[in-house]
Nanobody, 117 residues
């Protein structure tokens, strides 16, 4: 059974930074393209970024380009999302996700991010 655990969220002032982490169990981590998503108030869950198994191929949503950085540490079976220059529009719950073949509806609880002054 796949389990996903996100952490690192919290409250930060506009312009601030956070580093999110995600660990999994039941996933062959070093063979899994990993992604981050978020759900902001009043919106559907949206894609943020993905990272290939070796960490070389990165994809970002337009809003994340230049501010957010996805990375991974395969020996630690952890994927990270560095959030910089945060704005109130980034407030929401952040989720990481393994590939769809682990289940389209396989999600963790997410980690909440609140950006306010």
């Amino acid at each position: 059974q796949v389990q996903i655990s996100e952490s690192g969220g919290g409250w930060v002032r506009p312009g601030g930074s956070l580093r999110l982490s995600c660990t999994t169990s039941g996933v062959v981590f070093d063979r899994a393209v990993m992604s981050w998503y978020r759900q902001t108030p009043g919106k559907e869950r949206e894609f943020i970024a993905s990272i290939s198994t070796g960490g070389r191929n990165l994809k970002y949503a337009e809003f994340a380009e230049g501010r957010f950085t996805i990375s991974r540490d395969n020996p630690k079976e952890t994927v990270y999302l560095q959030l910089n220059n945060l704005s109130p529009d980034d407030t929401g719950v952040y989720y990481c996700k393994p590939p769809a073949y682990y289940g389209e509806n396989t999600w963790g609880r997410g980690t909440p991010v609140t950006v306010s002054s």
